[in-house]
């Protein structure tokens, strides 16, 4: 590192957790970030001030005025911009050193594939199911960490889940596929900070996977409910029945 990152990381690396070698274990990391609203934003903020090398941005939705009450990576006069070019803009604005790759449309499995098998570590930060489990099969197929997220009216969800960990479920072990409420999330209520709170945790436990730092949410889901700002988190076993990650 040179000396203007060592002054621009060095909160993070006068954490023993981390230190320069962690640091150094961020600038070499790849993040996918699946959805540039309400979760991606903040997670997208943190991931590019914390030094990643590179993180891909995708979403194929243009910046509506809709979005703005909480989807912070964007601004009134990006209103019509796709999401991943108005979070690119924003993204170089925080820290020019992270590469910022966009993928400016909805991603089907193959696509995710490719993109998953590139990256160290992935957020589903997106808002329906069928994209969520999708990420999730590349992800087991992968072996790539996934923090996945979720946030509607006050409520919020937050889980990791680590394949390469032998009793690590996968998301369709909590959430087997077809159980859907699909496309509710895009369609219903959501205050503000929740999406904030939960985006922000996702980046922590992204950060936390690359630079090797603590202990991951694995087999736990950690909700909120910020009405009245309780927490609670609940274990999530390994289904041995998993259509997914059964056979892995
Ligand atoms: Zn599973």
Redesign the pocket.
């Known amino acids: 590192m040179n000396d203007d990152q060592l002054l621009r990381y060095s909160r993070h690396i006068l954490l023993n957790e981390i230190g320069v070698e962690g640091q150094e274990r961020l600038r070499d990391t790849h993040m996918l970030v699946i959805g540039a609203g309400g979760l991606g934003s903040p997670a997208a903020y943190y991931l590019t001030s914390a030094g990643v090398g590179t993180l891909t941005l995708v979403d194929g939705d243009n910046v509506d005025l809709t979005n703005l009450q909480r989807q912070i990576l964007h601004t009134t006069e990006r209103i019509g911009l796709p999401k991943t070019e108005s979070g690119r803009i924003a993204l170089a604005a925080l820290n020019p050193e992270v590469r910022v790759v966009t993928v400016a449309r909805r991603v089907d499995a193959a696509a995710l594939d490719g993109l998953v098998a590139d990256a160290t570590v992935v957020l589903d930060c997106c808002d329906n199911f069928a994209t969520r489990h999708a990420v999730?099969r590349a992800c087991?197929s992968h072996r790539r960490p996934l923090v996945s997220g979720a946030a509607v009216r006050f409520d919020g969800q937050i889980a990791s889940f680590d394949v390469r960990a032998a009793e690590s479920?996968?998301?369709?072990?909590?959430f087997p596929p077809g159980d859907g409420e699909d496309e509710l999330c895009s369609v219903m209520g959501v205050f503000a900070p929740v999406t904030g709170i939960v985006g922000t945790i996702q980046a922590a436990e992204a950060l936390k996977f690359a630079a090797g730092a603590g202990t991951s949410l694995t087999g736990r889901l950690l909700m909120l409910d910020a009405l009245t700002m309780q927490w609670h988190s609940v274990r999530v076993p390994?289904?041995p029945d998993?259509?997914?990650?059964?056979a892995r």
């Open positions: 999730n087991v479920p996968c998301y369709a072990c909590l390994r289904d998993c259509p997914v990650c059964a």
